[in-house]
């Protein structure tokens, strides 16, 4: 199937599933954390699908490229939050494994995507 939009990519159809667990996480966490992780973790989460088409709408490869790295510089910075989350005791593996799995998921896709453009 062609590409036509960013909304076609499945890396971006997964980092957006990824954003919408994020916002399901931060809500297990306490009302203290609100100025804290959580606002933390739903910056980070929603940057990722916002480069992934910021970039796909660029006039040239090499911006394309660069967005793609800041998303995937964002997914290490969620991914290290959600360490904090569970560490910190706010919420188990158990509840963190969708997040978790599509943190993988979405890094892969993007490995993939850069290696490509970069071609």
């Known amino acids: 199937m062609p590409v036509r939009s960013y909304q076609d990519l499945e890396v971006w159809q997964r980092a957006v599933e990824l954003a919408i667990e994020s916002y399901r996480v931060t809500r297990r966490l306490p009302s203290r954390e609100m100025y804290g992780l959580t606002s933390q973790i739903q910056r980070a989460a929603v940057s990722i ?28 910075e969620l991914e290290t939050h ?38």
């Open 82 to 119: 959600l360490v904090l989350v569970e560490r910190l005791d706010y919420a188990g593996s158990t509840e963190l494994e969708r997040a978790r799995t599509l943190v993988t998921r979405v890094g892969q896709m993007l490995v993939a995507l850069l290696r490509r453009l970069r071609k």
């Open 49 to 76: 699908p916002a480069n992934i088409a910021e970039g796909h709408g660029r006039a040239s490869r090499g911006d394309y490229v660069r967005h793609l790295t800041i998303a995937n510089g964002s997914l290490r």
